[in-house]
């Protein structure tokens, strides 16, 4: 299936269900949480070897772990009760560690939540790297296609959210961080009316694009909103849509609310002596204004 298809199923499957509320397990359901199982990470090392979907539902809660979903033989939906399916703001459950480079091998292994199946979907869950600053330390990695994000929360400060494999949604969800805090290099990912938060900092990138000459990689984020996180104090112009991590990096906002925390420049090169903007194809949109950088 190609990647537009993909993410049209996706878009058709999210307006069906992003409605009312969720406070009951689907029949069948793992159910995480005064249920059978303790931890997330329980129910996924709890799913069966089937090309049939599996759910997990995920009780009111704050979780304390790293969960790692790795490849699985069928789809996988997980859900958080919510009061309303369509607003990360009501999400109730949330999973938060606070693994760093700083102590493991590779950005992946930070990851809060880890996904490297197919055929994925997470509806209304919190997903935290508490590291802070200082390293990279991710809140997800998604390392597969075919992989949708509803009414999710993601928060972190450096390298937030891996995009990095394959086609993927995030839809009405909010995600925020400093550094390069969504960054990836082959997942063609769509952003549909996300929001995102940026911390204080004297400068940061919202993006950072890996695109390497090969792949069909891009972000696209439409109809987002980026200002200074909530309860936060974020200077003008400290913050970049991004910055080109690799040579042919590929970045658009569109039809995009962007407050004044965005630099007037949009764009920003990688470093001095190393700009990688050779073959970079970067634009966004705001209300007064475009940018727009391609070579």
């Given at each position: 299936m190609?990647?537009h298809t993909?993410?049209a199923?996706?878009?058709?499957?999210?307006?069906?269900?992003l409605?009312a509320?969720?406070?009951?397990?689907?029949?069948g359901a793992l159910?995480v949480?005064s249920g059978?199982y303790?931890t997330?990470?329980?129910?996924?090392n709890a799913?069966?070897?089937?090309?049939?979907?599996?759910?997990?539902?995920?009780?009111?809660?704050?979780?304390n772990?790293?969960?790692?979903v790795n490849?699985?033989a069928?789809?996988?939906?997980?859900?958080g009760?919510?009061?309303?399916?369509?607003l990360?703001?009501s999400?109730?459950?949330?999973i938060?560690?606070?693994?760093s480079?700083?102590?493991?091998?590779s950005?992946?292994?930070t990851?809060t939540?880890?996904?490297e199946?197919?055929?994925?979907k997470?509806?209304?869950?919190?997903?935290?790297?508490?590291y802070?600053?200082?390293?990279?330390?991710l809140a997800?990695?998604?390392?597969?296609g075919?992989q949708?994000?509803?009414?999710?929360s993601?928060?972190?400060?450096?390298?937030?959210v891996?995009?990095?494999?394959?086609?993927?949604?995030?839809?009405a969800?909010y995600?925020?961080?400093?550094?390069?805090?969504i960054?990836?290099?082959?997942?063609?990912?769509?952003f549909?009316k996300?929001s995102?938060?940026?911390l204080p900092?004297?400068?940061g990138?919202?993006t950072?694009s890996?695109?390497s000459?090969?792949t069909?990689?891009?972000?696209?984020?439409?109809q987002?909103?980026i200002?200074a996180?909530?309860?936060k104090t974020?200077?003008?112009?400290a913050?970049?849509?991004?910055?080109?991590?690799?040579?042919?990096?590929?970045v658009?906002?569109?039809s995009s609310?962007?407050?004044?925390v965005?630099?007037s420049?949009?764009w920003?090169i990688?470093?001095?002596?190393d700009?990688r903007t050779?073959?970079?194809s970067?634009?966004?949109?705001?209300?007064?204004g475009s940018?727009s950088i391609r070579?």
């Amino acid at each position: 299936m190609k990647p537009h298809t993909i993410l049209a199923a996706l878009f058709s499957f999210a307006a069906r269900t992003l409605a009312a509320s969720r406070t009951t397990p689907p029949a069948g359901a793992l159910v995480v949480g005064s249920g059978n199982y303790a931890t997330i990470q329980a129910a996924v090392n709890a799913l069966k070897s089937t090309s049939q979907e599996q759910i997990i539902f995920i009780n009111p809660g704050t979780y304390n772990e790293q969960v790692t979903v790795n490849k699985l033989a069928g789809p996988l939906t997980i859900y958080g009760y919510t009061q309303n399916t369509a607003l990360y703001s009501s999400n109730v459950v949330t999973i938060t560690s606070a693994h760093s480079l700083a102590n493991e091998p590779s950005d992946d292994a930070t990851g809060t939540l880890r996904v490297e199946t197919t055929n994925f979907k997470l509806y209304n869950v919190n997903v935290v790297n508490s590291y802070g600053s200082g390293s990279q330390a991710l809140a997800l990695s998604a390392n597969n296609g075919n992989q949708g994000y509803y009414a999710c929360s993601f928060k972190g400060f450096q390298d937030t959210v891996l995009a990095e494999t394959g086609a993927q949604l995030f839809s009405a969800c909010y995600i925020e961080g400093a550094t390069d805090f969504i960054f990836g290099q082959s997942a063609t990912a769509w952003f549909e009316k996300c929001s995102i938060g940026v911390l204080p900092a004297s400068i940061g990138y919202v993006t950072a694009s890996g695109r390497s000459s090969n792949t069909s990689s891009y972000y696209v984020f439409n109809q987002a909103t980026i200002a200074a996180a909530p309860g936060k104090t974020v200077t003008s112009g400290a913050y970049y849509l991004g910055r080109p991590w690799g040579d042919y990096a590929r970045v658009a906002f569109q039809s995009s609310s962007l407050s004044s925390v965005i630099n007037s420049a949009g764009w920003h090169i990688w470093n001095t002596g190393d700009e990688r903007t050779d073959h970079v194809s970067l634009g966004g949109i705001r209300e007064l204004g475009s940018w727009s950088i391609r070579h």
